[in-house]
């Protein structure tokens, strides 16, 4: 799964051309799967445009947890899955250190994206201070133990996840494939328990900080990363066409 995050970034008009040029330089390519995460307004237009594309899918960035309501300003996962998503994005740091999402908070929007029938993409990672204090593990599991502990089987084999470490956002300064590998087994082992092996083996685990076209190939090839999950790399069709032809 190779997924772009366009953050606060690109606008109706601009994803559609966006898009458009990325469906005439892209065909299928066997077992790979491309998403979109456009700033909700710009939803409508990217999954409008990728319709007939069952390999490219199209993700919300955020919701609010409640069903509906009069919730100003916010969006529900029944809303986002009518204007075409697929995924949605859950438990992002931004969201976590801008917006002050408790891991409480990341558990509510988790199960109501599910109860909305969307595929949540969980994102868990350690700051830099919990890496240099070796806690990386410790944090992530408490961040998917959180979310999954109370669920089915069959729920948690409908989810996605990403391992971002805080760090490595937006800085430069990926993780090298070693490290991410270290973690996604991690992960693996905690879905496998929670799960068993026939649900957990069929999540795709991303890594994501700082994936680069320069880097893409090595993160991917590396054991247990089943995608990336890209921020400023996915903002220009180029640079993101290199990625996803990693
Ligand atoms: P960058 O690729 O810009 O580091 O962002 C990663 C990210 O936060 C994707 O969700």
């Given at each position: ?16 051309k ?7 330089e ?5 077992g790979k ?33 409640r ?23 859950v ?70 996840l990403?391992?971002e ?12 494939p ?30 994501g ?7 893409a ?13 890209v ?16």
């Amino acid at each position: 799964v190779l997924a772009a995050n366009w953050k606060m970034n690109i606008g109706p008009v601009e994803a559609a051309k966006f898009i458009a040029q990325f469906l005439a330089e892209y065909s299928p390519q066997e077992g790979k799967t491309v998403a979109f995460f456009p700033p909700a307004v710009s939803i409508a237009t990217v999954a409008t445009l990728v319709k007939h594309r069952a390999d490219i899918k199209v993700g919300v960035q955020n919701i609010w947890h409640r069903d509906n309501g009069a919730f100003t300003g916010e969006i529900s996962p029944e809303l986002a899955a009518e204007a075409g998503a697929y995924y949605c994005l859950v438990g992002h740091s931004e969201r976590r250190n801008e917006f002050a999402e408790s891991d409480d908070v990341v558990r509510q929007k988790f199960t109501a994206a599910l109860r909305a029938g969307l595929a949540p993409l969980l994102c868990v990672g350690e700051s830099r201070r919990e890496r240099v204090d070796g806690r990386t593990s410790e944090v992530v599991g408490r961040q998917l133990r959180t979310v999954i502990g109370e669920l089915d089987s069959s729920q948690i084999g409908a989810m996605a996840l990403a391992y971002e470490p805080v760090w490595a956002i937006g800085t430069g300064d990926n993780a090298t494939p070693e490290d991410a590998s270290q973690v996604h087994r991690q992960l693996r082992l905690l879905l496998r328990q929670a799960a068993g092996p026939v649900n957990a083996d069929r999540i795709p685990i991303l890594y994501g900080g700082s994936v680069k076209p320069d880097n893409a190939a090595r993160l991917l090839a590396a054991p247990d990363v089943d995608g990336v999950l890209v921020g400023g790399a996915s903002l220009d069709v180029a640079s993101w066409l290199q990625i996803v032809r990693a």
